[in-house]
């Protein structure tokens, strides 16, 4: 069965610096997304970032990147100059394309950014 | 963007009577649409997938009778809480896909529900 593993229950970040968040997956499967997902206070789950796993570049949104490493089965979110508003809960999610339908999510990292 | 409404987004209920929380896919048509349960700081779990015109497929361990999920057309799904006690208080979440590809999904804002 495939799972998610987040490492760190809690992150925190000084506003304007940069912050890395750890995500390990397990699977046997070759094709499938990763995704990186914030739930603020409000509880609305906002996709931040995806990589389809049979890409080898690192995908981009603004602030946010990932280093994905297939090899080694990680898939890291890193956010530059960080916002008061980035602040939240993030999950990370996997889900292979060709099986069952669900995304399967981590347990989450809650980040704090301190002014 | 796209967007799913969820509906209501919080409800009080006394023990032993029924919920019913709506998902509706405000500009595209959902397929499918999943439903998930969220512990207070805790991560999300899928509860079961619906199909539009078609039974729900339930995870295990969770509960056919007492969670009782309609898809009755391509952009509503309902969810009931049949029965409701107190342990079944959580934050529920739909998420509707708009074709096959999983990156056409899309979540609703979220229903608390509190059962006194």
């Known amino acids: 069965a495939q799972t998610v593993t987040q490492s760190q229950p809690e992150m925190s970040v000084q506003e304007a610096e940069t912050v890395t968040l750890s995500c390990t997956y397990d699977?046997?499967?070759?094709?499938?997304?990763l995704f990186w997902y914030k739930q603020p206070p409000s509880r609305q789950m906002i996709l931040v970032i995806r990589?389809?796993?049979?890409?080898?570049q690192n995908a981009t949104e603004n602030r946010f990147s990932v280093n994905f490493q297939k090899a080694a089965k990680s898939f890291s979110l890193k956010i530059s100059d960080s916002q008061l508003g980035d602040a939240a809960m993030y999950f990370c999610?996997?889900?292979?394309?060709?099986?069952?339908?669900?995304?399967?999510f981590g347990k989450g990292t809650k980040l704090t950014v301190n002014p | 963007g796209a967007v799913v409404s969820q509906h209501p987004s919080w409800v009080i209920c006394k023990s032993g009577t029924s919920v019913k929380i709506e998902c509706r896919s405000l500009?595209?048509?959902?397929?499918?649409m999943f439903w998930y349960r969220q512990f207070p700081k805790q991560s999300l779990m899928l509860m079961a997938t619906?199909?539009?015109?078609?039974?729900?497929?339930?995870e295990q361990g969770v509960e056919k009778d007492k969670f009782l999920i309609n898809h009755a057309s391509l952009t509503l799904s309902t969810l009931t809480v049949t029965s409701a006690h107190p342990e079944d208080s959580s934050f529920y979440i739909c998420?509707?896909?708009?074709?096959?590809?999983?990156?056409?999904?899309?979540f609703g804002s979220g229903t608390q529900l509190s059962v006194l």
């Open positions: 990589q389809e796993a049979y890409k080898q």
């Open positions: 998420s509707a896909r708009a074709g096959t590809r999983v990156e056409k999904l899309f």
């Open positions: 999610a996997y889900h292979f394309q060709g099986g069952s339908e669900k995304l399967v």
């Open positions: 619906s199909n539009e015109g078609s039974k729900a497929t339930y």
């Open positions: 500009d595209f048509q959902a397929t499918t």
């Open positions: 699977t046997s499967e070759s094709d499938y997304y």
